[in-house]
């Protein structure tokens, strides 16, 4: 299995306390918050990633190179700010593998199993597959709007004091071939659920 990190965000919120490095550097009990990330999804079978990288990448490339553990690692750069979607693109174009694979936001850690992930992304038969997560009380998140069958039908505006809703946990499960046949280009400045298009299935975990 293969994973794409999106590791090349600024940390806007987070530079006052951590300057010098890119947030998924941010240090946690001494150890960067990406060794973390890498650690689990190691454990759950991932053997190649992707780290798309952008502000202050060479720290993380200095810091990873080519291997980390049993892993390999190859880099998707950005040479100017291109948002979570542009950055993926950069990516795609680094797998090796035409299944499907992960995409993980650098600066967020969620428990996820991935055989379940893959099971319900294969069961659905779906092109991009997003793993919720429920808060029993929630003041921060957006909230994620799922059909009848488990489609994705909208991304809720933050409510305050919202009670045991779905939010995006930052990570998917993906076909190659679903991004590489639209009409994105390599370049293009784009979030996320720009490239999507609307076609996410949600898979409810915790």
Do not use: C
């Not at 039908?153 to 991004?179: H, Q, T």
């Amino acid at each position: 299995m293969e994973a794409v990190i999106l590791a090349g965000g600024i940390g806007t919120r987070l530079q006052p306390v951590v300057p010098d490095v890119p947030k998924p550097m941010a240090p946690v009990n001494g150890r960067p918050f990406l060794k973390y990330q890498m650690d689990y999804w190691i454990r759950q079978g991932v053997r190649r990633f992707i780290l798309s990288i952008g502000y202050r990448g060479e720290i993380i490339r200095s810091y990873f190179g080519s291997r980390y553990e049993n892993a390999e690692i190859d880099y998707a750069v950005e040479e100017h700010p291109l948002g979570t979607g542009g950055g993926l693109l950069l990516a795609v174009r680094e797998l090796i593998s035409s299944g499907p694979f992960l995409i993980l936001n650098g600066d967020t850690f969620f428990e996820v199993d991935l055989d379940a992930l893959q099971l319900f992304h294969h069961q659905k038969k779906s092109e991009f597959t997003i793993a919720l997560l429920k808060v029993p009380v929630n003041s921060r998140y957006s909230g994620v709007q799922v059909g009848k069958e488990s489609n994705i039908v909208a991304f809720e505006d933050r409510k305050p004091a919202s009670s045991n809703l779905l939010v995006n946990g930052g990570v998917y499960l993906a076909e190659k071939s679903a991004i590489e046949n639209q009409h994105w280009v390599q370049g293009d400045k784009l979030s996320l659920e720009d490239v999507t298009g609307g076609r996410l299935s949600g898979h409810g975990i915790g």
